[in-house]
């Protein structure tokens, strides 16, 4: 089926703004990315404002991919189509001449064009100056044909080959639902046969000149394609054992390697994807404690100590932001809640003060410079109270995970800087994580840490601004107070140096943790048993009755999720519960809008103890919600076996499937299930295959200097390479056991990278593999 996704709807505006990010996974074959703008409406369907398609072409024309505003164009029903058609072709030549024969098979997941939600499809072929077509499968997006349709051509060039879908219509003309085409080449060479995408009416892209606004685009392809998980078996263990080794002897493994030429551009996706392949194996904690050592080692000013974007930091804040989201809204929502709520104006800065606004909305009167800045004041110690607060009494509900990291990394420099006037150095690398990469900016971007569903107004922007700086000093435990610019928050001083001793005593607690478990376990330490990943209200389908008056119908339930099982009772506050283990669930996915003439619904096929196969059907408000539920269920199911490889879109109404037609309600799935979540979060599932082939690629920018660093020049004198400082043992002096060690290293290394050379060269010959995102442009 195709991918959907939507932003936050932004109210009551002409000049609406996102600022979100979200990564699709689309099929090699993709043709087009097409985004719709749309005005939301709280009663019926929401209106179409225009759209934005951009071609596979267009996307992939700049390397660094699109960034700028584009026209929205008017939607016309031709041009919207999706679904796949399945084909086999065949050309013949005989006495009278070439005969084609088109075997159309079926179609799936065509566009509804009826008010049924289905559509009444039919093909139609042309070849030669000849047409015919199939007969007509009434209501249903899943026909199947198995029809063979022959048209014969006179000698002569040969011609491309064509075959549209429309659905028919008794009133009135034919609705378009897509084509596919074949050049003559292709039916001369390699004939098709198998599934193929449709596609829309060749025709420009009618451009509106503005007149139905644009939208700022930043779009960016990557492609890669995934091999079987036995390929990459070698390299995973190569990744696996260098954490094992000791850290500051490394210089050719693949982590070193990749220290040294992952970009700044990249190093941000590199360090999600290294923590989450050892986040799935149980290892997090030896990877960021060999990248904390590597780091730590080659620092000599601690001032600078984990201040630039290195591998090691943006691991650290990736590891965060992966484990430690729940805990971040535990501490934060409340207050961030609060300061949406109340919309206080705020500001200390005299430049930038607006007495008038000031007056509007928190004095009687007319207000002065210092009449502001004390009310500011006062809210700004209010909002950091509680804040601090939030902060120093959290160590109980921060994961262990992240308490055995900060672990750590503490013992790790206070080992490297013991000496006294180094004493604050051991707490300003935790706090300088937590406090200036976690806490400060999900106060200053709450949308962006899913702390709100929308972003804050200019006003608000304000407040959280000035309380993200705060909350900066004291991470930075008031070192630099009154040494920058800004010194009209001088002000706020005393507050924060008087919370710097309680971020202190917070820390020691923090890394009290007893015992000597890693930080990170396996997959399903990120889902909990005990915790709720998500909970709300949800239209959730009655079992069925006997009678025909509420077979289909909805009651609204309020549900919760956890790591251990999806509940739900007729309130928020109620005792009877009935719920579905979480271990039970086999596949989580949409449903087409005809098979209850509702939008927004979405199933969870869950297996008894006897093997049976059951079904839940729920609907939620809108596609946003949806996809946030899609997700969560697919994160809490992930670590579950014996998936379905495929399953019914529709239900089962009338004695068939609305989808596909079949008669039995045991039938086989006519539609591919999706294992991956919908949105781009934190909460991606664990793909150890993905994972490892975007390290592969991204190995092969420093395959070539690996081999002359250390297996061209096989006469290295230990001698020469310690008096000029650069040769691979620089670090080590002349031991020659150790610069065996990386040769050794270095060509194992060579040999796996060169094995999965083979193994792509191989797998795309044979078209196989599965697909994946690629790694960032370089």
């Known amino acids: 089926m195709g991918r959907e996704w939507g932003t936050a709807t932004v109210w009551r505006s002409l000049s609406p703004f996102w600022g979100e990010e979200y990564t699709v996974h689309l099929p090699l074959d993709f043709h087009h990315l097409a985004l719709y703008v749309l005005d939301e409406d709280t009663v019926g369907h929401d209106d179409v404002i225009g759209k934005i398609s951009l071609s596979k072409e267009a996307i992939t024309a700049d390397p660094r991919g699109i960034d700028s505003w584009i026209n929205l164009s008017p939607v016309h029903p031709d041009a919207e189509v999706q679904g796949e058609i399945c084909l086999a072709v065949q050309v013949q030549e005989d006495a009278h001449g070439r005969c084609l024969r088109c075997h159309v098979l079926q179609a799936r997941d065509l566009a509804p064009r009826d008010i049924s939600g289905t559509s009444d499809p039919f093909a139609r072929v042309f070849w030669g100056g000849q047409s015919a077509e199939t007969s007509t499968i009434k209501k249903t997006r899943f026909p199947h044909w198995n029809e063979v349709l022959e048209l014969r051509a006179t000698p002569g060039a040969l011609t491309p080959l064509r075959v549209e879908l429309w659905d028919w219509d008794m009133v009135g003309k034919n609705d378009f639902l897509g084509m596919v085409e074949f050049p003559p080449q292709t039916l001369q060479q390699k004939p098709p046969s198998g599934w193929f995408r449709l596609l829309p009416l060749s025709s420009a892209e009618e451009d509106s000149g503005g007149s139905l606004g644009a939208l700022r685009l930043k779009v960016r392809l990557s492609e890669d394609r995934v091999l079987p998980s036995g390929r990459y078996q070698p390299l995973r263990a190569l990744l696996l054992d260098a954490v094992r080794a000791p850290a500051e002897e490394d210089t050719a493994s693949p982590l070193a390697v990749l220290e040294e030429v992952a970009s700044g551009d990249c190093r941000g996706d590199l360090a999600t994807t290294l923590v989450k392949l050892f986040l799935g194996q149980g290892l997090a904690g030896p990877l960021l404690g060999y990248l904390t050592r590597r780091e730590v080692a080659r620092t000599t000013d601690p001032n600078t100590l984990f201040r630039s974007n290195s591998l090691a930091s943006k691991s650290m804040e990736q590891f965060m932001k992966l484990v430690g989201m729940r805990y971040l809204h535990e501490v934060l929502k409340p207050v961030v809640s609060r300061i949406f709520e109340e919309k206080k104006y705020v500001e200390l800065d005299p430049c930038k003060m607006d007495l008038g606004r000031a007056r509007r909305i928190s004095f009687k009167g007319a207000p002065s410079e210092d009449q502001v800045r004390e009310s500011s004041l006062g809210l700004l110690t209010g909002y950091l109270g509680a804040i601090v607060d939030a902060i120093v009494g959290s160590v109980g509900c921060c994961p262990p995970a992240m308490r055995h990291a900060f672990k750590q990394l503490r013992l790790c420099v206070a080992e490297r800087f013991p000496q006294a006037e180094h004493q604050d150095v051991k707490y300003l690398a935790v706090s300088g994580f937590l406090f200036l990469r976690f806490f400060a900016p999900a106060i200053l971007t709450p949308k962006l840490f899913d702390l709100r569903d929308q972003h804050a107004d200019p006003q608000t922007s304000r407040s959280l601004l000035l309380l993200a ?310």
């Open 469 to 778: 700086k705060a909350v900066q000093s004291i991470g930075n435990l008031g070192q630099q107070l009154g040494q920058g610019k800004e010194l009209w928050m001088a002000p706020l001083h005393p507050f924060l140096l008087q919370s710097v001793s309680r971020v202190r005593a917070f820390l020691d607690q923090l890394v009290d943790v007893d015992g000597d478990e890693e930080a990170g376990g396996p997959v399903r330490a990120l889902v909990p048993p005990s915790v709720t990943l998500r909970e709300g209200y949800l239209q959730k389908r009655k079992e069925e009755p006997a009678g025909l008056a509420t077979r289909f119908a909805f009651k609204k339930r309020y549900f919760w999720l956890s790591g251990e099982e999806l509940a739900c009772a007729k309130g928020p506050e109620g005792q009877e519960r009935s719920s579905i283990p979480v271990s039970h669930i086999r596949a989580v996915e949409r449903v087409d809008e005809g098979a209850f003439q509702l939008p927004h619904v979405m199933q969870v096929v869950t297996q008894d103890g006897a093997g049976a196969l059951h079904t839940t059907y729920l609907q939620c408000k809108n596609v946003n919600e949806l996809n946030q539920w899609l997700s969560a269920l697919r994160k809490a199911s992930a670590p579950n076996q014996d998936k379905l490889a495929a399953c019914h879109p529709g239900a089962f109404r009338g004695g068939r499937w609305t989808c596909c037609l079949q008669a039995e309600r045991p039938a086989a799935g006519c539609s591919r299930t999706h294992s991956a979540i919908t949105l781009g979060d934190w909460s991606d599932p664990l793909d150890p295959d993905a994972e490892t082939q975007m390290v592969y690629r991204q190995l092969l920018l420093g395959r070539d200097q690996l081999r002359m660093k250390f297996l061209e020049d096989s006469s290295l004198d230990p001698d020469l390479e310690e008096d000029t400082g650069r040769g691979p043992s620089a670090t080590l002096g002349t031991c020659p056991e150790v610069l065996a060690r990386q040769r050794a290293a270095a060509a194992r290394l060579l040999e796996v990278l060169e094995d999965l050379d083979h193994a792509h060269e191989e797998f795309q010959g044979q078209g196989q593999g599965k697909v994946a995102p690629g790694p960032p442009a370089p």
